[in-house]
């Protein structure tokens, strides 16, 4: 589950939004609606609380009060919990992944071996630790569905990656106490992912003035931007996971074979 958050061009991390042109005026609630080629995306903020659903039917939920985010599998009527707790054990999984990985490549000529670990780490993300994630301002501004942003190239290990127009929380009208929501989740996020060599799968959020509303995949160019902003009262229940759901301990990635 982990994986899947921070994928780029996957939910979260965090792609955003019933209504346009509505920028400067903070209103209580925020619905940001994307589309692109794999389907639309949808983030949901309210003051104290942040919903994110993506092309399928399962949804990430993040709530103020409790330092957490939740990934709700409705199919399966069933959720997975990640906080610090279940981080540290992540963490420690990935750890022991990567030594038997290094012991199993360690028995492979050595001739082999590099192209037997980049076989590996296309099929298990965060199997090569370390990996770092920046932003440079490319010095370009754009609209994006009406909203002025700031074009950025993300970097990853000091190469050109994807890029990303960023619009600030005033454009699109996100109220001051919904945006600190986000950047807490984003905190959380970036604090769980210590250590556990995921830290340069994601986008580098916690770095950002506001909310991307433009993303293109630097290696297959898909782009997924922002169609429409609304304003309109969210009710609750969409921040709540049905009681009837059952939790699901979360994984770390996995080795075939």
């Keep these: 589950m982990l994986s899947q958050l921070l994928r780029r061009g996957a939910p979260f991390?965090?792609?955003?939004?019933?209504?346009?042109?509505?920028?400067?005026?903070?209103?209580?609630?925020?619905?940001?609606?994307y589309?692109?080629?794999?389907?639309?995306?949808?983030?949901?903020?309210?003051?104290?609380a942040v919903r994110i659903d993506g092309d399928g039917a399962e949804w990430q939920l993040y709530r103020q009060d409790d330092p957490a985010i939740l990934s709700v599998e409705?199919?399966?009527?069933?959720?997975?919990?990640?906080?610090?707790?279940?981080?540290?054990?992540?963490?420690?999984?990935?750890?022991?992944?990567?030594?038997?990985i290094n012991q199993r490549l360690s028995q492979l000529p050595e001739g082999k071996r590099v192209a037997a670990r980049m076989a590996m780490a296309e099929k298990i993300p965060g199997l090569n630790a370390g990996g770092k994630i920046g932003l440079d301002k490319t010095g370009a501004d754009d609209r994006v569905a009406n909203v002025p942003c700031v074009v950025?190239?993300?970097i990853r290990d000091g190469q050109p990656a994807d890029t990303m127009c960023v619009a600030s929380a005033d454009a699109l009208g996100i109220s001051k106490?919904?945006?600190?929501?986000?950047?807490?989740?984003?905190s959380l996020l970036q604090n769980m992912l210590k250590g556990t060599g995921l830290e340069g799968i994601g986008l580098p959020y916690q770095s950002l003035s506001g909310m991307p509303v433009r993303f293109v995949d630097g290696i297959s160019g898909e782009q997924r931007a922002l169609v429409?902003?609304?304003h309109q009262d969210i009710p609750n229940s969409r921040f709540q996971v049905p009681q009837s759901y059952v939790e699901q301990q979360p994984q770390a990635p996995r080795a075939g074979g």
């Design 13 to 33: 991390v965090l792609m955003i939004m019933t209504g346009t042109g509505l920028a400067g005026v903070a209103q209580a609630d925020t619905t940001l609606t």
């Design 35 to 48: 589309a692109g080629q794999s389907g639309q995306y949808v983030v949901s903020i309210s003051p104290k």
């Design 74 to 100: 409705p199919g399966e009527q069933t959720f997975t919990r990640l906080d610090q707790d279940t981080a540290g054990r992540i963490r420690n999984q990935m750890n022991d992944l990567r030594a038997r």
């Design 152 to 154: 950025y190239q993300i």
């Design 177 to 186: 106490d919904g945006f600190g929501t986000v950047r807490s989740m984003f």
């Design 228 to 230: 429409s902003v609304s």
